[in-house]
């Protein structure tokens, strides 16, 4: 045996005795896929008590609340929320799992159901909107991941889709137009713990010719609580303009009394 014989012997027992050291383990077994999710049918539910309100606003733009989801068709671009989320609470105060067949709008009624489909590849699928968003320009939808899975549009993120609202019980886009409930909108200018303090701002709004003043109470971690509220304003523009009066008037702040 010449030399460059023995060194790869050597080689190859200093191999050997590292294996006897730390045998091999098998290869774990790779874990179990989830299961895809399934579509939900469609079904009647009564409006959220969260995530309702007549309208809200993110970032200085203001959203409407839709007073009905019936006959609701969109298109527009879609985008997709997964594990950042995933446990979380969504506006009706569910848990989101991103492995449910859901979604967000921005202005739907909470909870509404839509078949959304993706103008890219055909493939569409049916979702129960419980949450808010997107808030991004441009963007009407948020979806699910495995809504975004069963899209085919994980990968790239965004997909221009159809939004449209089903029916209960069916899987086709419901068709009339229902007409649309009038909203009323109050203003409220103040909670106090002091009816005094509470009777005394509504004295301030009246004197300046403010209509609908009232104080109403309620209880807060069983204390009793004063609100101030006016109203009611048949339009965003007549509720626009009666916060200003308000301020006016010597309210501090005015806000949507929900």
Known sequence: ????QA???????????GCAREPLRPAPPPAPATPPAREGVPRDEPRSKYGNPPFY???????VVLPSAVGYLEQGVASWYGPDFHGGRTSTGETYDMHAMTGAHPTLPLPTWVRVTNLENGKSVVVRLNDRGPFARGRIIDLSRAAAEALDMVRAGTARVEVQSLAAGDTMPAATPAVAPATAYYAQAGAFGSRENAEALASRLRAAGI???????SASN????FRVRAGPAASLPDFDRLVERMLAAGADAVRLAL
Do not use: F, I, K
């Not at 045996?1 to 460059?4: G, H």
């Open 57 to 63: 606003e993110v970032d200085g733009r203001r959203y």
């Open 7 to 17: 060194a790869g012997c050597a080689l190859a027992l200093l191999a050997l005795a």
């Open 1 to 4: 045996m010449n030399r460059s």
């Open 211 to 217: 209509e609908g003043v009232a104080v109403t109470e």
């Open 222 to 225: 069983g204390n009793p609580l």
